[in-house]
């Protein structure tokens, strides 16, 4: 089963709302104590995998687990996955731009 509408709003607003992050992430990640410590070799990339590591967490552990009391299937890993590649250049404009 597919994505119902309501978890693809859900879904759609935590892209959104981890892209509105970045700014203050890309801005954590540049202090002294952060880049002793993570070592980074390319921060877009880094800062991208985050992202998207981040919607993936909240949205199949939180939303899926608490909410709907289960995990979700293969036909909506996949929907999660799809959804999020479409936005992946939103993700990488937002990077881009902090810089």
Do not use: C, W
């Amino acid at each position: 089963m597919a994505l119902d509408k309501k978890d693809k709003k859900i879904l759609d607003t935590m892209i959104e709302e981890e892209i509105s992050k970045i700014p203050g992430l890309v801005k954590n990640l540049r202090l002294p104590q952060y880049q002793e410590v993570f070592q980074i070799g390319n921060e877009s990339e880094y800062v991208y995998g985050y992202t998207h590591g981040s919607i993936i967490g909240k949205f199949e552990t939180y939303y899926f687990v608490v909410h709907s009391g289960k995990k979700p299937t293969g036909v909506e890993v996949d929907e999660i996955g799809k959804t999020i590649f479409e936005k992946s250049g939103d993700i990488r404009n937002a990077i881009s731009k902090t810089k």
